[in-house]
């Protein structure tokens, strides 16, 4: 890739082809300056652009082509709401209920609707000092967003965008009725879908815009026709919750119905956050997803990767990982228990997580007896898919991995800059956020990667060494293995790393 100094160079070697235009260069007149380096600026943007359309076909660089090969696949970003459980005080000396349905909002004024409502009693006034009755409330974050369509035109598969608010909320749920309240059926992709099936699907194109499309008379669902009305119901979250603990809500409306009370003495915050919601898939996420065959179904019949359907469910899974009974015998032997059985182990935030702090001494494999709500609700995944099949859990298995990196580099470098700039690199690669690295070649990739990112140790005779300490101990399928601050050293020196030669 050519960069703008490339280009400035190359200027000053040409300059002089055009005397009236040299004399202003080296005099620095900005006039010339401003449009030389704009120009410099623009080709060096280009080229990138081009290294990286070479890239392409070979790994997905570009957040375009990951967003498209997404939407080939059938990939919908949506997200899941979370749930809380709210303390009430209520100060009215007359009993208050929050019914299901009323809106409440957090200190970020995102709308949360009641699912659990409560009748509080009338506060109590003990010796003349006021005392509020208590009570708990629970709700989901979400709001509803609702608008008609009218079709333009007679078309196969017709679609229709969804507009986006452009308030960092994501589509939760879609429901497509006619004029007079008849629902049309969701299917993926067209399956099962006859006919005159009424129905429609959901789609993402490469920009991230959601579509719902219906279908075409005498191949899959119905044709719509111009003029034909739509009521489409949306409802939209802000993902994953990160709320601090005794966060005050609010109620979005003080208007009640019932005598004698006033609203604003009804006093809420957190109690605790039942379910902490997940975000749309990342675009890291997308990209793993992505490796992924094309051809590919959530039924039975096409499963053959159910690390991939549960990671398309649960994008923000910190680590998953999923074996048959081939790769369990191989690591612990062979047993009865483990005939036609899927292992899971995952870790989100509420998880338990074994720690193996000395390879050599590795700990036992541990089955969760008590699953939490999210391992729960991935064992009943796997089993909506395909019930033939048993599913065990184990506690996932954390394993640093120990990193040395040894480089020498010019006495024009900072020292302490380019080792911060060594670690940072193999921290964001290779760290915890980054997924599992048990089985690739990290030595070789850090290699390349500092090669990219710490340009520094590729000049002249400037050195660099990476060492990677091998796992010890048998293969456990349920590993996770990442690099930490405290696994990572680095050494880096200063020399004279020019090769020797005429005029040095």
């Not at 990342?282 to 019949?301: E, F, G, H, N, W």
């Not at 940072?424 to 990219?452: C, E, S």
Request: charge should be negative; aromatic fraction near 8%; hydrophobic fraction near 45%.
């Amino acid at each position: 890739m050519l960069t703008k100094a490339d280009f400035l160079a190359q200027v000053a070697l040409n300059i002089d082809n055009y005397p009236t235009a040299a004399a202003l260069y080296r005099a620095n007149d900005p006039r010339l300056t401003v449009l030389l380096e704009g120009m410099a600026i623009q080709l060096a943007m280009l080229s990138q652009q081009l290294d990286l359309a070479l890239a392409e076909p070979f790994d997905k660089v570009r957040d375009s082509t990951v967003l498209a090969a997404a939407a080939m696949r059938g990939i919908v970003r949506k997200a899941t709401p979370g749930r809380v459980r709210l303390a009430v005080q209520n100060s009215n000396l007359v009993p208050v209920t929050l019914e299901a349905g009323r809106v409440v909002l957090d200190s970020d004024s995102n709308p949360y609707i009641v699912t659990v409502p409560a009748t509080l009693p009338a506060a109590t006034e003990p010796g003349g000092v006021l005392s509020p009755s208590t009570g708990f409330i629970d709700a989901d974050q979400y709001y509803a967003q609702n608008f008609t369509h009218t079709a333009t035109a007679t078309a196969d598969f017709y679609a229709i965008a969804l507009p986006d608010p452009d308030d960092g909320t994501t589509l939760y749920t879609l429901t497509v009725t006619d004029n007079d309240d008849n629902p049309y059926g969701y299917r993926n992709n067209y399956i099962n879908a006859l006919p005159g099936d009424k129905i429609y699907t959901v789609e993402f194109d490469d920009v991230g815009v959601a579509y719902i499309r219906f279908g075409v008379d005498g191949v899959a669902g119905v044709q719509v026709q111009a003029g034909d009305p739509f009521k489409i119901y949306t409802t939209r979250t802000v993902g994953k919750l990160d709320l601090k603990a005794n966060s005050p809500f609010a109620l979005a409306s003080l208007a009640t119905s019932e005598s004698g009370v006033n609203l604003a003495l009804v006093e809420l915050s957190l109690n605790q956050v039942l379910y902490s919601g997940d975000n749309p898939a990342s675009m890291a996420t997308l990209r793993t997803l992505c490796k992924y065959p094309a051809i590919y179904d959530d039924s039975a019949v096409f499963l053959g990767e159910f690390e991939f359907l549960v990671r398309k469910k649960y994008p923000d899974l910190a680590f998953l990982a999923v074996w048959n009974e081939a790769i369990e015998e191989a690591a612990r032997g062979g047993s009865l228990d483990n005939i036609n059985t899927l292992f899971v182990a995952c870790y989100d935030s509420t998880e338990t997580l074994l720690s193996q702090a000395d390879p050599a001494s590795p700990v036992q494999p541990d089955e969760v007896l008590s699953p939490t709500a999210r391992q729960i609700a991935i064992k009943e995944l796997i089993l909506a898919a395909d019930d033939s099949y048993k599913v065990k859990l184990y506690t996932p298995v954390t394993s640093k991995i120990v990193i040395t990196v040894t480089a020498r580099v010019s006495t024009a470098h900072n020292t302490d800059v380019v080792a911060a700039k060594i670690t940072q690199a193999i921290l964001t690669a290779f760290g915890q956020a980054a997924g599992n690295h048990a089985g690739k070649p990290v030595q070789r990739l850090i290699y390349a990667l500092l090669k990219d990112k710490a340009p520094e140790t590729n000049a002249g005779n400037a050195f660099l060494g990476v060492e990677v300490a091998e796992l010890v101990g048998a293969f456990r399928p349920e590993l996770w293995r990442f690099a930490s601050t405290d696994s990572v050293t680095v050494t880096v020196t200063q020399s004279n790393v020019f090769a020797g030669g005429w005029g040095a």
